[in-house]
């Protein structure tokens, strides 16, 4: 199975409004990163918090981790028709596995 | 400078051909990864390459076979093709394990009917 689920699995709201996604993964992790992916294309990273950050900024987005939850979250500020997108987070395991596993990803619609 | 290349970008193949998935890295990266998107489903790992010479077996390896030839190029092959590998497949390279973001090919798209 997935380490990652992120939640929910589609979102749609207004232009300007603030969009929040969740991921929750299963194992130690040493850090977790955010990728978009825009229709069926490759996905293209967005932001990495290590397991010793809590929050991460940049630009827009704002990321925070709870290791003790095993859970992150993506928020986008402000967002635009062109954020529309699927937003992915992946983990690499903190064993030294170089598996690299990505979660079921969230459906993010902006509606202008 | 190319990034990660992948061909083909579309395939149809019948139920029980061959094909290889051909994947390029031109940025000296030493991981190297396959996935598979199905519709709901994310990425799925199939299998992965940490460094030229080693491949190891991801989440869903099973109907897979792959090849470091060196360090630029990684292939998956699928020996049998089944409807169920209907998909598309995603490469994937970074330059290592650790706090480094992977850089994807645009995918390839194969059906098998």
């Known amino acids: 199975s997935q380490q990652g689920e992120e939640d929910p699995q589609a979102l749609s709201i207004q232009e300007g409004e603030n969009a929040t996604m969740n991921c929750s993964y299963k194992?130690?992790?040493?850090?977790l990163q955010w990728y978009r992916q825009n229709s069926g294309r490759g996905l293209v990273h967005l932001i990495l918090?290590?397991?010793?950050?809590r929050e991460k900024h940049s630009g827009r987005l704002r990321v925070t981790l709870d290791t003790s939850k095993k859970s992150s979250s993506l928020l986008i500020t402000a967002s635009r028709a062109a954020d529309t997108a699927s937003y992915f987070c992946?983990?690499?395991?903190?064993?030294?596995?170089?598996?690299?596993?990505f979660g079921t990803g969230t459906r993010l619609k902006v509606l202008a | 400078n190319a990034g990660v290349t992948q061909t083909p970008k579309f395939q149809v193949l019948k139920t029980g051909q061959s094909m290889t998935l051909q994947c390029a890295q031109d940025?000296?990266?030493?991981?190297m990864y396959w996935y598979r998107q199905d519709p709901g489903m994310g990425l799925r790992l199939i299998y992965y390459?940490?460094?030229?010479?080693?491949?190891d077996k991801g989440e869903v390896p099973n109907g897979y076979n792959v090849s470091r030839l060196n360090k630029r190029e990684f292939s998956l092959r699928l020996e049998s093709a089944a409807p169920s590998q209907t998909s598309v497949y995603f490469c994937?390279?970074?330059?290592?394990?650790?706090?480094?973001?992977?850089?994807f090919g645009q995918g390839t798209r194969l059906t098998v009917v």
């Open positions: 390459s940490a460094s030229e010479g080693t491949t």
């Open positions: 940025m000296n990266h030493n991981s």
């Open positions: 918090i290590r397991s010793n950050e």
């Open positions: 992946a983990t690499d395991g903190a064993s030294g596995t170089y598996k690299y596993i």
């Open positions: 994937a390279s970074r330059v290592s394990r650790l706090n480094t973001e992977a850089f």
């Open positions: 194992t130690s992790i040493n850090n």
